[in-house]
């Protein structure tokens, strides 16, 4: 069984910032990228960041320059670095886990990320 938490969202001001965390835990044992999604209200879930293990990370355009993914991979965790934070930004944010044993990945609850003055 894997168990993926995410943490770190909240409500923050245009401009501001936050990091969101995410931990996988439990029997996984190979993985093959860690990434971020997210979903405003009445919108489809997007992707916002993805780290493969091999390869280089990939942003969704509406964040380059602003979001940075980071893992660190001794954790199975990945991170979310997202800087100068817009309106548009509000959504809840998702983890997700690929790996061999799971071929839709695994999923965390997600987090809500509101921006807003």
């Known amino acids: 069984q894997v168990r993926v938490e995410e943490s770190g969202g909240g409500l923050v001001q245009p401009g501001g910032s936050l990091r969101l965390s995410c931990a996988a835990s439990?029997?996984?044992?190979?993985?093959?990228?860690m990434g971020w999604y997210r979903q405003a209200p009445g919108k489809s879930r997007e992707l916002v960041a993805v780290a493969p293990t091999v390869g280089n990370t990939h942003y969704a355009d509406s964040v380059k320059g602003r979001f940075t993914i980071s893992r660190d991979n001794a954790k199975n965790t990945v991170y979310l670095q997202m800087n100068n934070l817009k309106p548009e930004d509000t959504a809840v944010y998702y983890c997700n886990i690929s790996a061999p044993s799971s071929p839709l990945g695994y999923w965390g609850q997600g987090t809500q990320v509101t921006v807003s003055s």
């Open positions: 439990g029997s996984i044992f190979m993985i093959y990228a």
